[in-house]
């Protein structure tokens, strides 16, 4: 099974492609394509037939996924709303418990 640093909830800094620079919630990770769905990045139209919930139909905007390895995880001691700081993800031991940690701050990510 493949291992990743990013997991659902976790707030990411977009680093390319057309969204390159924006910050986001993880909604979802898709495990087995390597790929991340983060919130306001990477819209799509997708064109849905009228059913309960849209009696109209129509044109719906939504998320669509983006590779893994063009995010990356935002700290959060040291980020602030004007600037994000993007970092690397580590693994340690406390108290036989394994967390992760930011690299640039030391700090432990929840």
């Known amino acids: 099974m493949k291992k990743f640093h990013i997991k659902k909830g976790d707030t990411v800094y977009v680093n390319a492609g ?6 986001g919630k993880v909604l979802s990770v898709l495990r087995d394509k390597d790929r991340v769905i983060v ?7 997708k064109h849905t037939k009228p059913n309960a919930k849209q009696p109209q139909g129509g044109i719906i905007k939504q ?5 893994i390895s063009n995010v990356q995880l935002l700290d959060p001691a040291k980020s602030t709303a004007q600037k994000p700081v993007p970092t ?3 693994y340690k031991f406390v ?3 394994k967390i992760r940690y930011a690299k640039k701050s ?3 990510i929840k």
Request: aromatic share 0%; glycine share 22%; net charge negative.
């Open 18 to 23: 057309n969204d390159k620079g924006t910050t």
């Open 63 to 67: 998320e669509g996924s983006i590779h």
């Open 39 to 45: 919130e306001g990045v990477n819209m799509v139209s």
């Open 106 to 108: 030391g700090e432990e």
């Open 88 to 90: 690397r993800v580590g």
């Open 95 to 97: 108290d036989g418990k």
